[in-house]
Nanobody
Framework: VQLQAFGGGLVQAGDSLRLSCAAS????????MGWFRQAPGKEREFVAA????????VYADSVKGRFTSSRDKDKNMMYLQMNSLKPEDTAVYYC?????????????????????WGKGTLVTVSS
């Protein structure tokens, strides 16, 4: 699976932004797709994850209620709608996929569970 995230930019606190992730290649419906972010000087952290086929989505507590992950199967696109952005949301955002095998839900938040990563897109939230 090849991935490319885009849609980042500079916004003000309280604004909204939607990130997109274009997926290509062969993958099965049960593949897990995730969003991660990495702020300057910090480790990469989990944001959200879901299976490509649908079903439930898991969110990090820090974004729950503000961010929504979705996907368009026809377009092979995944989205991250980010509302009520805060300065602490500033980071490079990455989309990722586990293209083979199964991943238990409890492991969706671990970056080690993913074997495909796209180039990130920078989101900067000013106060």
């Amino acid at each position: 699976v090849q991935l490319q995230a885009f849609g980042g930019g500079l916004v003000q606190a309280g604004d909204s932004l939607r990130l997109s992730c274009a997926a290509s290649g062969r993958f099965f419906s049960g593949v897990v797709m995730g969003w991660f972010r990495q702020a300057p000087g910090k480790e990469r952290e989990f944001v959200a994850a879901r299976t490509w086929s649908g079903g439930s989505t898991v969110y990090a507590d820090s974004v729950k209620g503000r961010f929504t992950s979705s996907r368009d199967k026809d377009k092979n696109m995944m989205y991250l709608q980010m509302n009520s952005l805060k300065p602490e949301d500033t980071a490079v955002y990455y989309c990722a996929a586990r293209s083979t095998g199964r991943v238990v839900v409890s492991a969706w938040s671990s970056a080690l569970s993913y074997d495909s990563w796209g180039k990130g897109t920078l989101v900067t939230v000013s106060s």
